[in-house]
């Protein structure tokens, strides 16, 4: 089994940044594409960023150039860097994960999730 922990959420200011991570554990053969998504009240759930096995990164119009992902193999975790946050960046974040666990395809899991708030 695997499981998908995100942390680093909480209350900032507007202008200001938050690290979120994704860590995964279990039994663990590759972990491929790994994706944050949100979920503001109300909304629907919206892709922020993406990075590949190999490092490729896709990030959405609204956090370009203020959002890094980046991945840390040897600690099967991901981040998540947002600077200059703004109020409509509040919501929950989500991690998600393509996992290759031994014997078996690759299977996708997502982290409970991890709220974020900004101030204006």
């Known amino acids: 089994q695997v499981q998908l922990v995100e942390s680093g959420g909480g209350l900032v200011q507007a202008g200001g940044s938050l690290r979120l991570s994704c860590a995964a554990s279990?039994?663990?053969?590759?972990?491929?594409?790994v994706s944050w998504f949100r979920q503001a009240p109300g909304m629907q759930r919206e892709l922020v960023a993406i990075?590949?096995?190999?490092?490729?990164?896709y990030y959405a119009d609204s956090v370009k150039g203020r959002f890094t992902i980046s991945r840390d193999n040897a600690k099967n975790t991901v981040y998540l860097q947002m600077n200059s946050l703004k109020p409509e960046d509040t919501a929950v974040y989500y991690c998600?994960?393509?996992?290759?666990?031994?014997?078996?395809?690759?299977?996708?899991?997502w982290g409970q999730g991890t709220q974020v708030t900004v101030s204006s």
């Open positions: 990075i590949a096995g190999g490092g490729n990164t």
């Open positions: 279990g039994s663990i053969v590759t972990i491929n594409a």
């Open positions: 998600n994960a393509g996992v290759t666990t031994p014997g078996q395809p690759p299977n996708n899991y």
